[in-house]
């Protein structure tokens, strides 16, 4: 069976989620995936046309008075069954985290102990806000849509990347008090 990359199996997940257009799909992608995974306009054109190329989706146009043409997409059998196939497989490897903050902290001695210290507390007021953030889309997936059949996948998740930012912001806190 032919191998696609992840970004491909993304996007066979998305289809089942009845996000049919390219628009449809990003709009998805900024609202859900964004936060551990990042797709442009440039990567889903090509990888739907590519989907439907090799039978793992199918497309109708729709026309639409006053505006441009629609392409909507839906997973064939074949696209399923993909989809499926990958999400069985076990991981490869482990995800790399590329963090610039991490990253600056390594060469810090370089750098002077208060620009070091600023570092660290500016990357823990975003982690702050980008904990409110995930709080907020808690709060949405709970309220609007407690009986779709993803939503609980979607608070596991959710939930890694509270745990994980509630974890990156105890470490900036126990680095901040012994710098």
Request: include cysteine; glycine fraction near 6%.
């Amino acid at each position: 069976m032919q191998k696609y990359n992840d970004s491909t199996y993304a996007i066979l997940g998305i289809l089942t989620t009845n996000c049919r257009s390219g628009y449809e799909i990003k709009q998805f992608i900024d609202n859900s995936l964004n936060h551990f995974w990042k797709i442009s306009y440039g990567q889903i054109y090509p990888t739907l046309k590519r989907l439907e190329e090799e039978g793992l989706a199918t497309v109708q146009t729709l026309v639409q008075e006053g505006k441009p043409e629609r392409k909507e997409y839906f997973l064939t059998e074949k696209g399923k069954d993909v989809l499926k196939n990958w999400l069985e497989q076990p991981l490869t490897q482990l995800p790399v985290e590329r963090n610039e903050v991490l990253l600056k902290l390594f060469f810090g001695r370089h750098q002077t102990k208060e620009q070091s210290l600023y570092l660290l507390a500016d990357y823990k007021q975003k982690l702050e806000k980008l904990y409110q953030t995930y709080e907020g889309i808690e709060e949405g997936i709970s309220r609007h849509n407690t009986n779709h059949q993803d939503a609980k996948y979607w608070l596991f998740t959710l939930d890694y990347g509270k745990r994980v930012t509630e974890a990156a912001i105890a470490w900036c806190e126990a680095t901040i008090k012994e710098l």
